[in-house]
Structure formats: structure tokens, C-alpha cells
């Protein structure tokens, strides 16, 4: 009886197709003849990338520069000197409930406040004019039971301007309190009904930009998903299989994704301007990103016909996203 | 394609595609991997910097595809019964042959129930015919592990011709 050790070594005698063998060297050698002969440069689309998110940062902090300088170098006055003689220009209110706080006032410094709303009909300016000049202090007043309602920022015609915190209280009148002095006031009883015309003021203009926003969000990537559809169907690009992905490409996006979605979060819950410079930074990045990761598996993995009609594809979702950039900036503009 | 490296294939395909035909237990596989390797290997020809054997060299690219493979599917496929025909030892007689095969069969068949990493060892040192160190070498690791394996692995492979219920002398 042989030994073990000798069975398995006749294993290696174990004879290979030449049949097959011939066949894998003609597939071999067809891959080979098709491997692109000049390396592709991924400087291009790396610098490409760099500018995309340069281009973002520099136009989101134009936009984020103050609407009208000259409106800042005035000094903001006292309520107590609001008088029905002022000719407003516009009232600048931040949208209930979003962001009621000292801060909110800055907001008419920036177009990016999705949340920030202005009353330009003259009708309404009049009238909100003659309710500011028919003030009434408050002496006595329980600040816990204060509501905080709407900041409001006053701007007249000469540049001169007026800061208010209205404050609602259940079954009661508003409270108006002059940012200035700290002082509280009330409109004065025979005016007539305040709280009303400022309720229409300020539900009339319902602010869309937030809906463009959320629509965007949601929409231009089932778009994309679309088009990635309907050009792996029509195309017979073929889809990467998430099993075929290298750990280090799922770890990036995973990452990538959680940054995403942490940004969108806090979008959410505590907007400013400087969150959707983050959030497009990020998209961008975790946009180019997937695509650079299935670019490389593609060139890797498939033939330069293939690697064509992928490129063309790769364009297309660029060119979604671009548009889709150029949409929001468009928007919050 | 050049013509040293269809030498290099000419030469070497069949070592590569042994080890991977054990490592993976299916034909089409093991014809896919070596060309994946040789691929792979044209590719990266100019990282070949000559510190290796070129035959270790490839084995080593075929060694991270069956790895890859491995990680990737996390399922190993079993290949049908059927290469008993394609064994070849031209000194036997055809009673002889035919019982070989039927044996080898069997041997195969409990080769491929071991652990990777044991399978690798018997494939490395006892179908190859490695030495201890020429095995550390390929594995990266230490002669003491690679007998240490080595060991482990007949012991593993003859377990599992016993519970086969070859345990009549044949296998020892």
C-alpha cells in the first residue's frame, strides 16, 4: 500500500485541458490587446472636483455677504422714535418657529436664510407703519409667560432701522420688544386689530424656498438613480455589484454617506447659511467620489468599449449634478 | 501580446492553474483565476523586481485571487466528480489506473472538505512537493507554523478519510 504522502502527490499529475488551456490564453490575450494603451490622467478630474467645490464655496460667500452694506452702517434707532411719518421700505421677518432668538436679527444680513421672508406691499408697509407708531409700554410684564413669535427688522426709506421681538400671549395681545432698549410695548387698544393683519403678513407669504430645497434634495437623486436605470438597461453598461466592491471603496462611501446624511440632519434642525455650504461641499465630494470608486472598478474590470460608453454615462450624471447645484444656488438667490 | 509573456504563460499556466484548481475545486473557476492572474500579472509586470522566483511570484498574485475569491463569495463551490478521467500515470496498467483513480477520487474529495488553510498546506507542501522553507517562504510566515500546519492538516485530511469510511489501510 502506497503512503498517503505518495497518493497525494500523484494528486499533481492531475492533467489540464490543453483544449481549455489554449482557450483562456486566446480570452487572455483578447483582454490584453484591448487594455487602453495610454494611462488615463486622473489629475483632470481630481482638479475638476476641486473647482466644483472652490466655485460653491466662493459663490455661496458672495452670496452670504450682506444685501445692503449701506443698511448696516446705520445705527439702529429706539421704537420709541418710529412715527407715523416713516416711510418704510421693506420689514425683514424670520419665519415662525425657525430660529427665534437675538441672533435671528443677523439674518437680514444674508440671502442664504432660507427662512428669512420680506414685506415689500406698500399697503402692508403702511399699515404695519401706523401700528409701530401707536405704541404703548408695558410696565409690568411675566417674561416666562412670553412666547416668542417673529424678530422683525424695520427699514426705512432714509436707511434708518428698527429691530422687534413680538411675543405672543394665549388670549392676549402681542408684546413687542425694542431689541434697542429692552423695553416692551403693546399696540395701542383703539388701533384696531394688530395681532390679525400681522398674522396675514406674515402666513400670506409662505416660504417656498424651503420646499424648492427639500424638492431637490429628493428629487434630482431619484433622477439620477433614473438615468444610472435607464443607461445600464439601454446601454448594457454593466452595474457594479456591491459584493465585487473593495472594502476600502464601501468604507469611504459609507463614510462619506454618514457625513451626508449627519449634515442634512442638522440642516434640518438648525439651519444657516453655512450648513448648505458644508451639505454641497460633502454631496460634491460624495458624489465624485462614487463616481471615481465606480470609474476605477470599470476601468479594472471591463474593456475599453465598455469603458466609453461609461464615460459618456459618467458625463450625463455629472451634468445632473451640476444643474442640480446651479438649481439651488438659483433658489436661494 | 508579447512574446515573452506568452512564454511566461506557456510555461507556468499549468503550476498556476493547479494550485488554484485545488485552492477553489472547480474547473471553469480555476481557468478564470489563472487568467485573472496572468492578467493581472501583465499588468503589473513592471512591479516584478526579481526578489522571487517568477513562478512564486505568480502564485503569490493567484494566492490573493483565491483569497479575494473566498472574502468575496464566502461560499466555496464544489466541483462535480468528475475528473477521475483526466488523471494520468502512464507506468500503471489499466487495472492499476483504474483503481488509482477511484483512490484519488477519494483523496480529492476529502481534500476538498479541509480548511483553506489547511488544503493550502497539503497543496503547497505534499501535492507541490514545497519544502518547509520554500512553503514559509510563499506564506510569509515561520517554518516552525509551516510544520506545525503541515501536521495539523494530515491529521485533518485523515480524519476525514475515516469518517469517509476509508480507513482500511489505504490512506495511512
Redesign the interface.
Not at chain 1, 500500500?1 to 504522502?5: I, P, Q
Not at chain 1, 497518493?7 to 485541458?17: G, H, V, Y
Given at each position: 500500500?502506497?503512503?498517503?504522502?505518495d497518493?497525494?502527490?500523484?494528486?499533481?499529475?492531475?492533467?489540464?485541458?490543453q483544449q481549455?488551456?489554449l482557450?483562456?490564453?486566446e480570452?487572455?490575450?483578447d483582454?490584453?490587446?484591448r487594455?487602453p494603451t495610454r494611462k488615463i490622467n486622473w489629475q483632470v478630474p481630481v482638479v475638476l472636483a476641486s473647482t466644483v467645490v472652490i466655485c460653491i464655496i466662493v459663490l455661496l460667500t458672495t452670496l452670504n455677504s450682506p444685501l445692503q452694506k449701506p443698511s448696516l452702517t446705520t445705527a439702529t434707532e429706539p421704537i420709541t422714535n418710529f412715527t407715523s411719518t416713516v416711510e418704510l421700505k421693506r420689514i425683514y421677518y424670520v419665519d415662525w418657529p425657525n430660529n427665534i432668538s437675538f441672533d435671528s436679527f443677523l439674518a437680514r444680513a444674508s440671502k442664504l436664510y432660507l427662512d428669512m421672508n420680506i414685506i415689500e406691499d406698500k399697503q402692508q408697509l403702511s399699515t404695519f407703519s401706523y401700528y409701530f407708531s401707536h405704541l404703548k409700554e408695558v410696565q409690568h410684564i411675566n417674561k416666562s409667560e412670553l412666547e416668542p413669535f417673529n424678530d422683525f427688522v424695520l427699514t426705512a426709506k432714509d436707511r434708518r432701522e428698527w429691530r422687534i421681538k413680538i411675543y405672543k400671549i394665549p388670549g392676549e395681545s402681542s408684546i413687542l420688544r425694542d431689541m434697542q432698549t429692552n423695553r416692551y410695548f403693546q399696540v395701542k387698544d383703539e388701533t384696531g386689530n394688530f395681532d390679525e393683519k400681522l398674522l396675514n403678513a406674515v402666513f400670506v407669504q409662505k416660504n417656498i424656498k424651503e420646499f424648492y430645497l427639500s424638492l431637490i434634495v429628493n428629487v434630482i437623486p431619484s433622477l439620477v438613480f433614473l438615468i444610472q436605470y435607464i443607461a445600464i438597461r439601454n446601454t448594457y453598461i454593466p452595474a457594479i455589484p456591491k459584493?465585487?466592491r473593495k472594502n476600502r471603496d464601501r468604507i469611504i462611501q459609507l463614510v462619506i454617506w454618514i457625513i451626508s446624511l449627519f449634515t442634512i440632519i442638522f440642516l434640518a434642525l438648525y439651519y444657516h447659511p453655512i450648513n448648505i455650504l458644508v451639505l454641497l461641499s460633502i454631496l460634491t465630494l460624495a458624489i465624485l467620489s462614487k463616481f471615481y470608486f465606480d470609474w476605477i472598478f470599470i476601468r479594472e474590470h471591463h474593456d475599453i468599449k465598455l469603458q466609453q460608453k461609461y464615460k459618456l454615462y459618467l458625463s450625463i450624471q455629472i451634468i445632473i449634478y451640476l444643474l442640480m447645484i446651479c438649481m439651488l444656488i438659483v433658489i436661494i438667490h | 501580446m508579447q512574446e515573452p509573456f506568452k512564454q511566461l504563460y506557456i510555461l507556468h499556466s499549468d503550476g498556476i492553474y493547479k494550485y488554484i484548481f485545488f485552492m477553489v475545486n472547480n474547473k471553469e473557476l480555476a481557468e478564470d483565476l489563472t487568467q485573472e492572474t496572468f492578467f493581472k500579472a501583465f499588468k503589473q509586470f513592471q512591479t516584478f523586481r526579481n526578489e522571487a522566483a517568477i513562478i512564486t511570484w505568480l502564485k503569490r498574485i493567484a494566492r490573493n485571487l483565491v483569497y479575494d475569491y473566498y472574502r468575496k463569495k464566502r461560499l466555496i463551490q464544489f466541483l462535480p466528480l468528475t475528473f477521475k478521467m483526466e488523471y494520468q500515470d502512464d507506468t500503471q496498467t489499466p487495472v492499476e489506473l483504474l483503481e488509482t483513480a477511484e483512490e484519488m477520487a477519494v483523496l480529492y474529495g476529502a481534500l476538498r472538505k479541509l480548511k483553506l488553510n489547511h488544503r493550502e498546506t497539503i497543496v503547497l507542501r505534499k501535492i507541490e512537493g514545497l519544502s518547509v522553507k520554500e512553503t514559509a517562504q510563499f506564506l510569509e510566515c515561520t517554518e516552525a507554523k509551516v510544520k506545525n500546519n503541515t501536521v495539523r492538516a494530515i491529521a485533518a485530511l485523515k480524519k476525514v478519510l475515516q469518517e469517509g469510511g476509508h480507513d482500511d489501510g489505504a490512506f495511512r
Open positions: 500500500m502506497e503512503r498517503l504522502d497518493k497525494l502527490q500523484k494528486l499533481n499529475t492531475i492533467k489540464r485541458s481549455e488551456k482557450h483562456t490564453f480570452k487572455l490575450s483582454r490584453i490587446d487594455l459584493l465585487q | -
